[in-house]
């Protein structure tokens, strides 16, 4: 289905993905459809020629890094029955892995300018996604629910230390292993091409469609 549909069925996205037909991806719904929400507007701009937005794309493009920002995983972890500490953290992770899949993806689109603002923002979240998934790789409940995070942390760790790109990698092994499915280690092979070449875009990394967790 085209980013542009999956948007317009937003409401009903949110509905069935809130029913937990999810287990392994606990992101909070609000932020599952803010990852919808990112790809239309990627879209979007491609559809431009790939050059820096103006006007009302780059304007609502702003607009939702904000709103994912400005998310309150404590807010959304006291609405929830069980474990509040393992709730928040989840929270904690899926948001920090959407405002870096959003910057990267929607200034790899065009869609946002690479300004120093936004570097901030993603050093910031960067170094609290690596904490969090460090943390919840200890976890035996939590640590087979952060696939896609581990994805979007594996992106960001090219231009960091090459013990985080082995941690990562050694991740996604685990993950493999742990859950007897290939889909990790699929994700490992485009990251170790992407180390190994010379882009540095979220579109040079994920060059083709291609589906990496279920």
């Known amino acids: 289905m085209a980013p542009v549909s999956n948007f317009e069925l937003r409401d009903l996205v949110s509905d069935a993905f809130e029913t937990g037909y999810y287990p392994f991806l606990p992101c909070p719904a609000e932020l599952f459809i803010d990852i919808i929400h990112v790809n239309?507007?990627?879209?979007?701009?491609?559809?431009?020629?790939g050059k820096v937005a103006t006007g009302s794309i780059e304007s609502e493009?702003?607009?939702?890094?904000?709103?994912?920002?400005?998310?309150?995983?404590?807010?959304?972890?006291?609405?929830?029955?069980?474990?509040r500490e393992e709730h928040l953290m989840m929270a904690q992770v899926y948001q920090s892995a959407v405002v870096l899949f959003g910057i990267s993806s929607l200034q790899s689109a065009g869609a946002?300018?690479?300004?120093?603002?936004?570097?901030?923002?993603?050093?910031?979240?960067?170094?609290?996604?690596?904490?969090?998934?460090?943390?919840?790789?200890?976890?035996?409940?939590?640590?087979?629910?952060?696939?896609?995070?581990?994805?979007?942390?594996?992106?960001?760790?090219?231009?960091?230390?090459?013990?985080?790109?082995?941690?990562?990698?050694?991740?996604?092994?685990?993950?493999?292993?742990?859950?007897?499915?290939?889909?990790?280690?699929?994700?490992?092979?485009?990251?170790?091409?992407?180390?190994?070449?010379?882009?540095?875009?979220?579109d040079d990394c994920f060059d083709a469609p291609r589906a990496l967790i279920t």
């Open 61 to 83: 493009a702003e607009d939702l890094l904000t709103k994912v920002t400005d998310f309150s995983p404590e807010a959304w972890s006291e609405a929830k029955d069980g474990s």
């Open 112 to 202: 946002i300018s690479f300004s120093a603002g936004w570097a901030a923002v993603k050093k910031i979240h960067s170094c609290r996604l690596l904490s969090l998934l460090k943390k919840s790789a200890a976890s035996p409940v939590l640590r087979s629910c952060t696939a896609w995070p581990i994805i979007v942390a594996g992106f960001e760790a090219k231009s960091v230390s090459p013990t985080i790109r082995a941690f990562i990698l050694g991740r996604m092994e685990e993950e493999s292993r742990e859950l007897g499915v290939y889909l990790p280690l699929a994700a490992k092979e485009v990251l170790e091409r992407f180390y190994a070449s010379s882009g540095t875009l979220w």
């Open 40 to 49: 239309r507007l990627r879209f979007l701009a491609v559809r431009q020629g």
